[in-house]
């Protein structure tokens, strides 16, 4: 149904730094929020951030508070998570979330690869 569209992500130092952007296009629906999880194989996916649509409230585990930004365009139905600061740890695949009417309904994009090398 609705098509959610990553990218940014890549091979960066530890201390560097990306953008992720994702878009989400198809079908009309009740945009909620979005935001990104990441997960590493063999583990659970985990949140990472996630903007509220109708007042851009931002929402951050500890993990990357201070670290990450998120923000958003609504006028291209796009969010970019700025990743400064990074970390091996944050190696991982990320995911954009996009929630229709609710955070719990939703569409997942593909993934993309951050790999943070030390």
């Known amino acids: 149904q609705v098509q959610v569209t990553e990218s940014g992500g890549g091979l960066v130092q530890a201390g560097g730094c990306l953008r992720l952007?994702?878009?989400?296009?198809?079908?009309?629906?009740?945009?909620?929020?979005m935001g990104w999880f990441h997960q590493v194989p063999g583990h659970e996916r985990e949140f990472v951030a996630a903007i509220a649509w109708s007042g851009g409230q931002t929402y951050y585990p500890d993990s990357v508070k201070g670290r990450f930004i998120l923000s958003r365009d609504s006028g291209t139905n796009t969010v970019y998570l700025q990743m400064n600061n990074l970390k091996p740890e944050d190696t991982a695949v990320y995911y954009c979330?996009?929630?229709?009417?609710?955070?719990?309904?939703?569409?997942w994009g593909r993934g993309t690869q951050v790999t943070v090398s030390s």
């Open positions: 952007s994702c878009t989400a296009s198809g079908p009309t629906f009740r945009r909620y929020a």
């Open positions: 979330r996009v929630g229709d009417g609710e955070w719990e309904y939703g569409y």
